[in-house]
Every structure is written in structure tokens, then in C-alpha cells.
């Protein structure tokens, strides 16, 4: 008995401890430029959530030297935030160590690298995206998800080649929240009947 609850407070810890989604410790000024990446929005172009979708291309530059791309097991495509969208948001700041970064905050789609081939998928924007200016950038990742090299939309400055996307309004997204959290209160609701439950038990 003692150890089921044990064991629901856990589930309860894991479920809420957001973990990163990208390797601790790495830097991203150590990381090479070594793919291409495309994305098929234009220039300024505004990107409905929920409707509109992005096809991103990437590859490995084929200038490089044969085996630059040796350790390379999956690439991590993400959306980011442009300069404009993280400006007075500290919370989206940028910070040299990925698994501090916020820039990147977005899940494209993780896809286990294809060599020298080029590969591409296409991405539903997300309803739950707030609205503001983005980018798209890939990590290569090694067999232990660190982080090798990368490749991105923009240039190194982040001015050019940017897109925007038009969230859902914030009406939907305060009903997200309070979702979420009745679904956490009926998690503790029950925690807190089966304790209850047990002590009764435990009178009889
Ligand atoms: C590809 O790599 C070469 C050699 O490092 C570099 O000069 C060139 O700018 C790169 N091309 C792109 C599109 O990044
Ligand atoms: C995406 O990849 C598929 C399969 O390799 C290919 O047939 C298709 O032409 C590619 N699309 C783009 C936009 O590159």
C-alpha cells in the first residue's frame, strides 16, 4: 500500500518537472555550422496556428570535408524565437548554454540523420504557439544527445528570413491553462482520497 503511493507522489514529480529538451553543458558558440536549412515560409510572411504548415529542407553542406559528419545520429529540428519576440521576455532569453537556452523553445521534429542526403518534413504550426517572429534551426546530435553542429533559417545576426506566426488568441490559451490545471487537481484529488481511504483502513 505504502509503496503504490509512493509510487503515484513520483508519477506525480515526473509528470511536473519539465525536463530539457536539449543536452546540459553544451555551448552553442561551440558548435559548428555545418547544415543547410530552408524553411518554406518567406520573408515576413504570417503563418495562421492551426492551419498553415512549414516544410523545412535540411542537409549537410557538401563543401565539408568526408566524415564531418562521422557522429552524427539525429537532427533535431526546432522553432525559435527572433530577436523582436525575446526582446523585455526574459523568460525567452537567449543563453550560450543549450540546456539553458530558450530561443529554441519549439519541437519541430526529430529525425535520425540521413547522411548526405537531403530530408524534409512538413510541420502543422502548432496551436498552442503564441504569436511573434521565428526561425527554424536544426541540431545534429550524437548517440548521447549532445548537440554537434547545427544549421538554421537565418543568418548568424538573426535579421534576415524571418516569418511570423498569428497565435490563437489568448482566450484559448487561458482555457488550456485552467484545463491543465483541473486535470492536476483531479490528480492530487485522487492522491489525496486514496490516502484517506488507506487510514481508514488502518482504524478498522
Ligand atoms: C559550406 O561550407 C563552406 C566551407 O566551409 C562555406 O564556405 C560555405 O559558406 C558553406 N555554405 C553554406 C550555404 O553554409
Ligand atoms: C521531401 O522528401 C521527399 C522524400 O525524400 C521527396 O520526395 C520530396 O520531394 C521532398 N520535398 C521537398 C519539398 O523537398
Redesign the pocket.
Known amino acids: 500500500m505504502e509503496k503504490i503511493s509512493l509510487v503515484l507522489v513520483a508519477l506525480l514529480l515526473c509528470t511536473a518537472v519539465p525536463r530539457p529538451s536539449l543536452a546540459k553543458g553544451v555551448s552553442f558558440a561551440s558548435l559548428r555550422?555545418t547544415l543547410?536549412v530552408s524553411a518554406s515560409p518567406k520573408q515576413g510572411q504570417v503563418l495562421r496556428a492551426g492551419e498553415d504548415t512549414i516544410t523545412v529542407t535540411w542537409a549537410l553542406?557538401q563543401?565539408?570535408p568526408a566524415g564531418t559528419d562521422a557522429a552524427y545520429k539525429k537532427i533535431k529540428v526546432r522553432l525559435c524565437y527572433a530577436p523582436a519576440s525575446q526582446k523585455d521576455r526574459g523568460w525567452r532569453k537567449t543563453k550560450d548554454d543549450l540546456s539553458k537556452d530558450k530561443t529554441c523553445s519549439f519541437a519541430i521534429t526529430a529525425q535520425p540523420y540521413a547522411g548526405g542526403d537531403r530530408s524534409n518534413f512538413t510541420y502543422l504550426v502548432s496551436k498552442e504557439l503564441p504569436s511573434g517572429t521565428f526561425f527554424v534551426r536544426a541540431y545534429a546530435v550524437d548517440a548521447a544527445d549532445a548537440e554537434l553542429a547545427f544549421g538554421q533559417t537565418t543568418n548568424a545576426g538573426k535579421t534576415e528570413n524571418l516569418f511570423n506566426i498569428e497565435g490563437i488568441s489568448g482566450h484559448h490559451a487561458s482555457l488550456d491553462v485552467a484545463a491543465a490545471c483541473f486535470s492536476a487537481f483531479s490528480i492530487l484529488a485522487l492522491v489525496a482520497f486514496y490516502v484517506q481511504e488507506k487510514r481508514g483502513a488502518k482504524k478498522k
Request: charged share 20%; aromatic share 0%.
Open positions: 555550422r543547410i553542406n563543401s565539408l
